[in-house]
């Protein structure tokens, strides 16, 4: 896809061409002559360098070189000035773009850094901005970059390798939520997750893998999270046949979260205001806005089926599903 720039330019390289071969048919109809001779005295007369006449010129050929000297060079002038400023406005305005895109990265908080925009990472990208999380996305390909870019997507690039310390600052590691690297070679994947926990001990770090026996390998480099492709299509495929229930429910929550609804485990501890205390009187749904969907003991025990009278234990874990503001909100009093 080309740029309106490109087109531009395209446009202007044609009005040269149409006037050549204006002033070529011209001498030839007019003088008739012959191709060589017609295209020749053509050239010279819109150069100006001033060499004599092909052969001499009847009152018709004076008259029509003439018009063709005015309105040649004329055009030509045109096209170089007018491609001057379609350049330099062009650099100004990917300068100015550049410098924008900077700055709102400088901005943004607890946001998600996606490494690498290809099917995966596209994929990734596109569920984060249907939950309304601002996205960083590192990209090497800069036509990918500019194609998505005219897209007018809500998306954030840094362009440049996603194992750079310097990219990665660019991105806002320092203050991002979680990163994703999705490249598709697991050597490039592996120094990123590394050098990302150097520059953040805290973030949470998700990688993709190729290869299964490299799972240690990044999860030793700093991993929280290790993801096979192959085997999470697997995994996905085998879990439809078996429970197509669960399935429409994992659907139903993907669609909810449009509507910034999510789900978020929290660690609760041993807080006086939880320990030993039935979930019908904490009031999670009236006083925090979330509903309990679950209860994990702290020996890793489940309690799928929660109701008021379910007891929360020191150590509990619990799964809350809520709007994004109120989890963020208790997630952060607890």
């Known amino acids: 896809m080309k740029s309106p720039t490109g087109l531009r330019l395209l446009q202007l390289l044609l009005l040269p061409i149409l006037v050549l071969l204006a002033g070529t048919v011209g001498y030839m109809l007019l003088e008739d002559w012959n191709w060589l001779d017609a295209t020749y005295m053509t050239v010279i007369t819109l150069s100006t360098v001033g060499f004599g006449e092909v052969q001499d ?38 300068a100015w773009r550049s410098t924008r895109n900077r700055r709102r990265i400088n901005r943004m908080r607890d946001h998600f850094i996606v490494a690498g925009y290809g099917r995966v990472g596209s994929f990734v990208a596109d569920l984060l901005l249907e939950q309304k999380h601002a996205v960083v996305v590192i990209e090497i390909d800069a036509e990918r970059i500019a194609e998505v870019e005219t897209e007018a997507r809500d998306l ?95 659907e139903w929550l993907r669609v909810s979260s449009q509507e910034g609804y999510v789900l978020e485990t929290v660690q609760l ?6 320990a030993h205390r039935q979930v019908g009187d904490i009031q999670f749904r009236t006083r925090h806005g979330l509903r309990v969907l679950q209860v994990m003991r702290e020996d890793c025990t489940l309690v799928p089926d929660v109701t008021n009278d379910t007891v929360i234990l020191p150590g509990d874990s619990i799964l809350v599903m809520g709007r994004q503001e109120d989890v963020t909100r208790f997630y952060a009093a607890v």
Do not use: W
Not at 73 to 81: D, E, K, L
Not at 269 to 274: K, L, M, S, V, Y
């Open 156 to 250: 954030h690039f840094v362009a440049g390798s996603a194992d750079h310390e310097d990219n990665l600052r660019q991105a806002g590691i320092d203050r991002a939520a979680g990163i994703c690297f999705c490249l598709s070679n697991d050597a490039d994947n592996l120094l990123g997750v590394l050098t990302a926990r150097t520059l953040n001990p805290d973030i949470f770090i998700a990688t993709r893998v190729e290869n299964e026996l490299n799972e240690a390998k990044m999860e030793f480099a700093g991993a929280n999270d290790v993801v096979s492709p192959s085997s999470a299509a697997a995994y996905s495929m085998a879990f439809r046949l078996t429970q197509p229930s669960g399935v429409k429910a994992f």
């Open 57 to 94: 010129l009847t009152r018709q050929g004076r008259i029509f070189t003439a018009i063709l000297i005015l309105s040649g060079v004329g055009a030509i002038s045109y096209v170089f000035t007018v491609g001057t400023q379609e350049i330099v406005a062009g650099q100004l305005s990917g």
């Open 269 to 274: 501890g041993d807080a006086p205001e939880f």
